[in-house]
């Protein structure tokens, strides 16, 4: 594997005037990407190959044999939120800033149980997925009760926060499983559902994303622009979310080759592009026959999604109730921290209005 440095340094493209103009218009964020998560996984792998978890998390069983080694956000903006306040990163802090991406690798194996959405775990049994989830949920407390050289009082933080998650994420799922369904798609009037959906992407999608703020106060307990880091993570964990169930609509996403097509649209889950065609007069029942019939017709869904302009929808929502302040919590933040970290954290932030499914459905 190959070697890295013993800090993370950011850096900076000097062929553009300023360093805040390059973060999303060439390779130095996807430079940054690989590299922050190559120093992530090579932590995680270190932890599992010391004994410290049983053979059902081995590396090559289960959701983490397919994360292992790609990219990952939660670990950038795990290290990004460390640089927020910190030059440089000690190589004692690298599974604590992993420890995003081991939680949601708990939640995902979770997911794969309740969903059956992804192929290529189907021949286990929901019994692995769900002692696995457990069991990488408490990887995550018994790494942080092993951190013996940071303060009792982030100690205890740290682990009331990912408490805190933990417990959410699991009352996402309980509206994910019985009130965002199909059945329920014409009893909800559009702010019951809005309240519903946007309640759901909060408990879910952003608690997966939120213990990256963890990362930034490990040496600064006291961080000045720690609650406006929070609500600007929380806005990057619900807007995540609402992409995600866009790009429900894509045959393949990359990355993630063996997701099932169409797993929200076969799991029947009311999400916000299904429920806006409902209120068009689709039959989602009928959608999810002629795709379940039509396996050779993968444009079907991205058709009907850009025929009623479904992104441009998502993305009122997204600007007008989930991005809602957050220029001012940038701002707050800019003039605090790091400036070379803030624009990679600004960049992600802003990322949903340029996300792939979104310049594939406004140009289809």
């Not at 009760?145 to 009792?152: V, W």
């Amino acid at each position: 594997m190959e070697n890295l440095p013993n800090n993370d340094i950011i850096v900076t493209d000097h062929n553009k005037p300023s360093s805040q103009e390059f973060v999303f218009r060439s390779s130095a964020y996807f430079q940054h990407l690989r590299q922050y998560s190559k120093r992530g996984w090579i932590s995680i792998l270190q932890y599992i190959s010391g004994g410290n978890c049983p053979k059902i998390c081995s590396n090559d069983s289960g959701v983490f044999a397919k994360r292992a080694n790609r990219p990952s956000l939660r670990i950038f903006l795990s290290r990004t939120c460390f640089l927020l306040a910190n030059h440089r990163i000690s190589k004692k802090y690298d599974l604590l800033l992993s420890l995003p991406e081991i939680f949601n690798i708990g939640t995902y194996e979770a997911n794969v149980a309740l969903d059956k959405k992804d192929y290529s775990l189907a021949h286990e049994s929901d019994q692995a997925n769900l002692i696995r989830s457990h069991l990488w949920h408490g990887m995550v407390f018994d790494i942080i009760s092993k951190s013996s050289f940071l303060p009792e009082r982030t100690l205890m933080q740290m682990i009331d926060y990912y408490g805190t998650c933990y417990q959410n994420v699991y009352q996402g799922q309980d509206l994910d499983a019985f009130d965002l369904i199909f059945s329920k798609a014409d009893t909800l009037s559009e702010p019951s559902f809005h309240e519903i959906y946007l309640r759901r992407c909060n408990l879910i999608g952003a608690s997966t994303i939120k213990p990256c703020l963890l990362s930034a106060i490990l040496q600064t307990p006291d961080l000045p622009f720690a609650p406006s880091l929070e609500q600007v993570l929380h806005k990057i964990g619900v807007a995540g979310q609402m992409i995600n169930d866009l790009s429900d609509c894509l045959i393949r996403i990359p990355l993630v080759k063996h997701k099932i097509n169409f797993a929200d649209l076969r799991n029947r889950k009311l999400t916000l592009p299904y429920f806006y065609l409902s209120r068009l007069g689709y039959d989602l029942e009928a959608i999810l026959k002629q795709t379940s019939e039509q396996d050779s017709a993968p444009d079907l869904i991205v058709k009907i999604f850009a025929k009623e302009k479904l992104h441009e929808v998502v993305l009122d929502l997204i600007k007008n109730q989930v991005h809602k302040g957050l220029e001012d919590d940038l701002e707050h933040i800019r003039a605090l921290c790091h400036p070379q970290a803030f624009e990679l954290l600004k960049g992600v932030a802003t990322m949903p209005y340029n996300s792939k499914i979104v310049r594939i459905l406004g140009t289809t």
